[in-house]
Structure formats: structure tokens, C-alpha cells
């Protein structure tokens, strides 16, 4: 299998899209050690979703005793680096029907089906709200045109979160949310993304082993 090259900011005209292969080269700073509790599978799920919900909150200016709405945040990740990280005072986020007990399991206070009920007619007021997910932002009716104080960021590949967040990790305050079909084998990873374009994967697929 060829090798691959890994960029730390992913969006910033990279050399080619995709990571799958045996091996892969990669910057030291870019990297963090792996949780000693977990499985390579489980650690293979964290680092885009915990990075990414640590980087948005901090930007945010999220800090302890805030409340935070995730719209859209089935996956969870976010809402447990609000509350166990950042001391958030509340989290609430939306979600369908089928993944709001999952939500709920995680530390979610206020769990939304937003088949049912849309998050303008909370009468409740957030410190921070966040889009979880681009279908969400789609259905919110947001074109990317913003104004401040609302922003849009694109994630770096961090070591130095990995490193901060591994502490949480191994205290098991942060926990890894994988997609109960997964791991898939590398052999079938059209049917891993396949399943994860039906919007039925309800957490992080992951490929593993690699051969």
C-alpha cells in the first residue's frame, strides 16, 4: 500500500485528500500518545472529534459555569469535553429520535428531538452554541455568511491537545464513542463509508486492524 502523508491543517490546499494506507508519515508535533487504557481501535476514533471540540470551544471562549447548545451532536464528543474539560455548567444539543438515549448516557442535561421540537423555540438562553454537523448547519438555514460573534474554524492537527487531553483520557473522564457496527476490516472501507453516508452511524466508524 503507498504512503501517505498527514497535514496539519487539513483544509490549507493539501497535497492529496486520504490517509489509508499501511503507512503513513507524519510531523512528531502533530502527534500524542496513546491512551494506555484504550485499544488502538478506540484511540483511532478521538483525535479529529476531540481536537476539533477543543479548538471550537477554546476560540469560543468557552470557560467554566457556561452553558453550552450542540446542534446536531449525535457523535457526543463534544459535549463530553464541554462538561469534563472546559466545567461547563449545562449542555443541551439536539439530535433524532433513535440517538437521544445514547445522548443522554454520555452526560447530555438537555437532550432535543429536533423532529419534534426546533431549538429557536427554547425559551432557555446558552452562553455558546455550536453546529455539530454540516447537515445541521444546512437546516439552520446558514449559507457560511456570518457575523460576529459567530466563527468558523478549520482544525489543525494538534500534538499538544492530544497530549493536554490525554490526562482525561486515561482518568476515563473522556471516554471514546465508536460506531457499534465497527471497527470494519480494511478490506470493506467502501462499506464503512457507505454506512457512515446514511446518517445511521450514530458514532465514530473506525477502519482497523490495517493489514
Not at 440517538?99 to 446558552?126: P, Q, R
Not at 446514511?198 to 482497523?208: L, S
Amino acid at each position: 500500500m503507498k504512503h501517505m502523508e498527514i497535514n496539519e491543517n487539513a483544509l490549507d490546499h493539501p497535497k492529496q485528500y486520504g490517509s489509508f494506507a499501511e503507512y503513513t508519515a507524519v510531523e512528531q508535533k502533530l502527534l500524542g500518545p496513546k491512551p494506555k487504557n484504550l485499544s488502538f481501535a478506540e484511540a483511532a476514533s478521538l483525535p479529529l472529534v476531540i481536537v476539533t471540540a477543543y479548538e471550537g470551544l477554546e476560540k469560543a471562549g468557552f470557560s467554566a459555569g457556561k452553558s453550552l447548545l450542540v446542534l446536531g451532536g449525535a457523535g457526543g464528543v463534544g459535549t463530553i469535553i464541554a462538561k469534563h474539560v472546559f466545567g461547563a455548567s449545562k449542555v443541551a444539543t439536539t439530535s433524532s429520535t433513535g440517538k437521544l438515549e445514547l445522548l443522554k448516557s454520555l452526560g447530555v442535561d438537555l437532550a432535543i428531538d429536533y423532529t419534534k421540537e426546533h431549538f429557536k423555540d427554547l425559551t432557555e438562553k446558552f452562553d455558546v452554541s455550536t453546529q455539530g454537523s454540516e447537515k445541521m448547519w444546512k437546516s439552520c438555514g446558514n449559507n457560511r455568511s456570518i457575523t460576529p460573534p459567530a466563527l468558523i474554524f478549520g482544525v489543525t492537527s494538534n500534538g499538544s491537545v492530544l497530549y493536554k487531553l490525554n490526562l482525561y483520557l486515561e482518568a476515563r473522564q473522556v471516554k471514546p464513542v465508536m460506531d457499534p457496527k465497527g471497527p470494519f476490516p480494511f478490506s470493506k472501507i467502501l462499506e464503512a463509508f457507505s454506512h457512515s453516508q446514511t446518517n445511521r452511524a450514530t458514532r465514530k466508524v473506525v477502519i482497523h486492524p490495517i493489514p
